[in-house]
């Protein structure tokens, strides 16, 4: 069992708290800019309590940040925090199914019901939300969202900061660069090497 501090408090946040408890974890506390996010846990401050003195380096840090665009925001405050000697472990929830040989950066988190299959990469700071699929040989790069109910088919490729919406199904074999954001529902079938939003069947760049 290990004491966790939550970076975050919104509605990511208490589903990881959850998580975490699950998995026999303490949550000892969680810092936001708002003090009132929810009410599970102990308000510990804004995220510079993680940097004054005395540090608790004897917790590690779950981020509790959700994503709902692309942004490198969640890696950044990674990075930073981890300068001052945090560890954000990879966190796998009991009823999620990671095959042997996964691999997983650091602060990567995998919800209930999700499913990330052999010869898969997942980056720093990514988030597998509940019951998405990670089929065979996904590479996902750094702070990549694939929300609920998504679906990857074997050999996607999702560059930095992507964001996959709930219930959207990306194809086998198709590359996505960095910095894009595919709708709710929609379905990515061929390469998309230009940053932007996309939505429908099949998958249009609407912004």
Known sequence: MSDFIIVGGGGHARVVHCVLETLGHRVTGYTDPDPNSYAE?????????LTEEPIPKVHDL???????????????????????????????????????????GMGTVVMDGAV??????????????????VDHDCLLGDNVHVATGAILCGGV?????????????????????SDCVIGA????????DQPGIYAGTPARRIK
Request: charged fraction near 10%; include cysteine; aromatic fraction near 6%.
């Open 157 to 177: 490729s999702v560059g930095d900061n992507g964001m996959i919406g709930a219930g959207a199904t990306l194809v086998h074999g198709v590359s996505l660069c």
């Open 41 to 49: 846990t102990p308000y510990l401050g804004t995220d510079v309590f």
């Open 116 to 133: 990330v299959v052999t010869g898969s990469r997942l980056g720093c700071a990514c988030i597998v939300n509940t019951s998405a699929t």
């Open 62 to 104: 779950a981020l509790g940040i959700g994503k709902v665009k692309t942004s490198p925001g969640r890696l950044v405050l990674l990075e930073h925090l981890q300068s001052y000697g945090y560890q954000f472990p990879v966190i796998r929830a009991k009823g999620a199914i990671m095959h042997q040989g996964v691999q997983s």
């Open 185 to 192: 529902g929609a379905t990515v079938l061929r390469d998309i």
